[in-house]
């Protein structure tokens, strides 16, 4: 297959998975989050993050170098850093994360807030259901199928080093 092929069938699929899922909505599965925020949130939950500063009550998020943090999260997400600290920020206004001693050194670690693991379980409690609901007429052949072709692009996109985060 030439590559101007599947760049137009991958574009094809882009939109029409795009608009299956709902990504282009304003927020993701009818709640308060963009589809950035909520990666945002799953990966501090994945891993809490090593800032500067120190650590202690929520305002002082706001005086916190979030540099390291935001490129790392950047670079793993493909955003640029400064809507991650933007996002982060938000998150610490709303009680979402905050800064606690970690456990090297007593190094500030941004992790989510009891508030932020909450929204987040809600936020995957309904991305489940929604998927539940995509693939709830598939039988149980296509849905083996459909899972080895996801594995199989996900193989294929990693291999050609095209690899971001994939831990969804």
Request: aromatic share 4%; no cysteine.
């Amino acid at each position: 297959m030439q590559h101007d092929a599947l760049v137009h069938e991958t574009r094809r699929f882009n939109r029409f998975y795009t608009g299956l899922v709902g990504l282009l909505d304003e927020t993701l599965i009818q709640s308060p989050y963009t589809l950035t925020e909520a990666r945002v949130l799953f990966e501090l939950d994945r891993k809490p993050r090593t800032a500067s500063g120190e650590a202690g009550f929520l305002a002082r998020m706001f005086d916190l170098d979030l540099a390291p943090v935001a490129s790392e999260l950047a670079g793993e997400l493909g955003i640029v850093p400064a809507h991650v600290t933007r996002v982060v920020r938000k998150f610490a206004a709303i009680g979402l994360v905050e800064m606690r001693k970690g456990p090297v050194n007593s190094q500030p670690v941004l992790s989510l807030t009891v508030r932020g693991k909450a929204a987040l379980a809600t936020l995957e409690t309904g991305t489940n259901r929604d998927l539940v609901r995509l693939i709830a007429r598939l039988g149980d052949e296509e849905a083996l199928e459909l899972s080895d072709l996801l594995k199989r692009v996900t193989r294929l996109l990693e291999k050609s080093g095209h690899a971001g985060s994939s831990a969804a």
